[in-house]
């Protein structure tokens, strides 16, 4: 796991609506979250209204939100860029959703699954890595975004992030093969 008040790790990478290249640097100054996600895992798929919503609810605020897609979508194509777009805009995602297409980006974030959340302060340290809620496919619990929310009014508020740091759960990254096997 990525350790705590480790600083942002850069990135440029496309927003797959537009096009348009965004950097890490995009956001100095602000509070950011980066959230790894894709279109197939189950465990997005309980919680993509809920994070819609999510953003909606920070818009006019000094965080910022970014979703990074970074499965390999020669496994998994349905994850491509253009399902990603389509997918943000039936939810209503008002964020940039970027691709990742070497993984480099999500190997730097030691991003373990999807979803996968990292909030970082206005100091590009970072202060969370958690979960959304408590709400999984498995599940009746509703989908609120507690646990991430309480972190987000904490860091909006100036204080100290007080939420238990309670991992994600989800569908694992789907890592590209090099097609060498590793023998341990």
Not at 94 to 106: G, R
Not at 115 to 133: H, I, N, S, T
Not at 144 to 169: C, F, H
């Amino acid at each position: 796991m990525l350790p705590l008040y480790t600083t942002l790790p850069e990135f440029e990478l496309p927003d797959v609506r537009t096009g348009r290249m965004v950097s890490s640097a995009t956001f100095d100054g602000h509070p950011l979250l980066v959230v790894f996600l894709c279109v197939h895992c189950p465990y997005v798929k309980r919680i993509q209204d809920g994070l819609a919503d999510f953003g909606k609810a920070y818009e006019n605020t000094e965080l910022r939100i970014v979703g990074i897609a970074a499965n390999d979508v020669g496994a998994y194509p349905e994850d491509a860029p253009e399902n990603q777009a389509r997918v943000a805009a039936e939810i209503g995602i008002n964020f940039p959703i970027l691709y990742d297409e070497s993984q480099a980006v999500a190997s730097a974030f030691t991003a373990a699954c999807t979803p996968d959340f990292f909030l970082f302060d206005a100091d590009q340290e970072l202060v969370y890595r958690g979960q959304f809620d408590e709400a999984r496919p498995s599940n009746e619990i509703p989908v609120t975004g507690e646990s991430l929310r309480a972190a987000v009014d904490d860091v909006l508020a100036g204080d100290e992030v007080k939420t238990a740091q309670k991992p994600s759960l989800g569908c694992s990254i789907k890592w590209k093969s090099d097609g060498l096997i590793s023998i341990t």
